[in-house]
């Protein structure tokens, strides 16, 4: 099936994105562990299982729409200690989730309604979940403090 040559595109820059998600939450994930967070190991472990999910979802999508997926990762600096990696993973989802409301509308524009319909998927996820999450997580640091809060996530 032919898609939309723009829709393709957004499709292909959005994989590059999920991709660079996934990478970020997975050394994310690994410094919590290395540094003896378990519940914040497992919770990010879980998100970069949820980017790999969504990654797949796009692959597939694009693979259908006879596209040829771009599976470079886009650049990321990921963070060094636990608020400066909360804060650039809550950044990295603000930014999936314009990325994401853009293209749904490219979708309706070129009346491409199961991607849109998957994006939308995805976009629930992005704001109901994850970026949720994080905003309690930052909120909770600046409550009870940097030192009880990481002592709860051991």
Request: with cysteine; hydrophobic share 40%; proline share 3%.
């Amino acid at each position: 099936m032919q898609g939309h040559p723009e829709v393709i595109d957004c499709l292909k820059e959005l994989l590059r994105g999920e991709l660079a998600a996934r990478d970020q939450y997975f050394i994310h994930a690994r410094r919590y562990e290395d540094q003896g967070y378990a519940k914040l190991f497992a919770r990010m472990h879980h998100e970069m299982e949820e980017e790999t999910q969504h990654a797949d979802a796009i692959l597939q999508r694009i693979l259908m729409l006879d596209g040829q997926p771009d599976m470079r990762p886009h650049a990321f600096t990921p963070g060094q200690d636990v608020p400066g990696m909360l804060r650039i993973d809550l950044e990295t989802e603000y930014q999936v989730r314009a990325n994401l409301k853009a293209a749904i509308a490219l979708c309706e524009r070129h009346a491409d309604y199961v991607s849109r319909d998957m994006l939308l998927s995805q976009l629930r996820d992005t704001e109901e979940d994850h970026a949720y999450w994080l905003e309690k997580q930052l909120a909770l640091i600046e409550n009870v403090g940097l030192q009880n809060y990481l002592q709860s996530q051991m």
